[in-house]
């Protein structure tokens, strides 16, 4: 089992930044993968960023160049820096790790970018 607890989402002006975290607890040695996924109204999650054991990182063609993950593993920790913000990028996000073919999801954070 993996216990994610996110933080960081909130209102922010098209432009603007912020920066999400996301920390986990539990069998965190199992995990391979972590990574932040989207869900605006009315449509389905999506993937936003996923860093993987060793580093490598994938993108979203919507927020590359805009976001970076990236994760503290002293800290149990990942991050999700969202600069350049628009309006598009609302929704709510959440974290995921994922256990052999388990995920496991934190409780979302609402992310709001309107002016």
């Known amino acids: 089992q993996v216990q994610l607890v996110e933080s960081g989402g909130g209102l922010v002006q098209p432009g603007g930044s912020l920066r ?4 986990a607890s539990g069998s965190i040695s199992r995990i391979s993968a972590m990574g932040w996924y989207r869900q605006a109204p009315g449509k389905q999650r999506e993937l936003v ?3 993987f054991n060793g580093n ?3 993108y979203a063609g919507s927020v590359k160049g805009r ?13 999700l820096q969202m600069d350049s913000l628009k309006p598009e ?3 709510v ?3 995921n790790a994922r256990v ?3 995920d496991y999801w934190g409780q979302g954070t609402q992310v709001t970018v309107s002016s």
């Open 20 to 23: 999400l975290s996301c920390t």
């Open 49 to 51: 960023a996923r860093i």
């Open 56 to 58: 490598s990182t994938n």
């Open 67 to 79: 976001f970076v993950i990236s994760r503290d593993g002293a800290k149990n920790t990942q991050y």
């Open 89 to 91: 990028d609302t929704a």
């Open 93 to 95: 996000y959440y974290c």
């Open 100 to 102: 052999a073919t388990l």
